[in-house]
Nanobody, 111 residues
């Protein structure tokens, strides 16, 4: 199983960013996918999840209304569109499927 995140970077407060995760080595089209994040000195926390057919989507309260999770099964990719970013969104963002994790992509929100 391999999960490769990309798209992180530095963005100003109020800005937007989209991170992506490409999966391989497992049946992506039938797998529920998750995004987590971990800020310095804090525990990893759940951000969003999407079922295999996108029929079920969940968000943490802290990102609800600002972030959107989506997927493209043909491209074996899951996305996290992040809008209205705030400094407290600064973290390493990780893609997850069952017990497997990507290497993470850094998102920094700062002026």
């Amino acid at each position: 199983v391999q999960l490769v995140e990309s798209g992180g970077g530095l963005v100003q407060p109020g800005g937007s960013l989209r991170v992506s995760c490409v999966g391989s080595g497992f049946p992506f089209h039938s797998s529920d996918m998750n995004w987590f994040r971990q800020a310095p000195g804090q525990e990893r926390e759940f951000v969003a999840s999407i079922s295999w057919n996108a029929a079920r989507i969940e968000y943490s309260d802290s990102v609800k209304g600002r972030f959107t999770i989506s997927r493209d099964n043909a491209e074996k990719t899951v996305y996290l569109q992040m809008n209205s970013l705030m400094p407290e969104d600064t973290a390493v963002y990780y893609c997850n499927v069952v017990k497997f994790w990507g290497q993470g992509t850094q998102v920094t929100v700062s002026s």
